[in-house]
């Protein structure tokens, strides 16, 4: 089994500068490089220089490089679904579900309850288009969040409510690890 870091394992992230030493000669980082704990490249490193290349605004910057600085992506599915068969990664891999970057935000955006779930369903879209998803599978996307996903929002609402610490960033490393 890997090992992921924890945010405090890290330490700083790259400066600028680095960055933009890593990036140099690159013109593209395959999303499979942040999600994969074989990657050649620190998957926080590596998912700053896909931001970096996508040219986003620093406020989604910051926002999409967080839940690998915290360590949540491991906690993630990604692209969920309401339907508890259709979340064995299987399935998932079959559908062409796949945990990314924005998605795994989302889901961190509902394990905290902020902002409020048309908020953060709104977050998605935008990041989504922001980070160059074509815009009908963006929208697609998102319609099906405001669908079905109150489903999961209110297991993450009730877990918040019984279970002590549940929603903060200090009890991230109990949750198990969704291995995609």
Do not use: C
């Not at 796949?98 to 394990?111: C, G, S």
């Not at 996307?141 to 999961?152: D, I, K, Q, T, Y």
């Amino acid at each position: 089994m890997a090992v992921f870091l924890s945010k405090e394992a890290y330490g700083p992230g790259p400066s600028e500068d680095e960055l933009d030493a890593m990036l140099a000669g690159r013109t593209s980082v395959e999303e499979s490089e942040f999600n994969d704990p074989n990657a050649e490249i620190d998957n926080r490193d590596a998912v700053r220089m896909f931001l970096r290349l996508r040219g986003v605004t620093e406020e989604t910057f910051a926002a999409l490089v967080e839940p690998y600085d915290l360590g949540f992506y491991k906690k993630s599915d990604g692209k969920s679904t309401p339907i508890p068969f259709m979340r064995i990664p299987r399935f998932l891999k079959v559908l062409g579900l796949k945990r990314d970057i924005v998605a795994v935000r989302h889901d961190l955006d509902y394990y905290r309850g902020t902002p409020d779930k048309a908020p953060a369903d709104r977050h998605y879209l935008d990041r989504q288009k922001e980070v160059g998803e074509r815009k009908w599978v963006a929208a697609m996307e998102w319609f099906a969040l405001r669908l079905v996903g109150r489903f999961s929002w209110n297991r993450h609402k009730n877990k918040r409510l019984t279970i002590d610490g549940y929603g903060t960033d200090e009890y991230i490393s109990q949750l198990p690890v969704v291995e995609l």
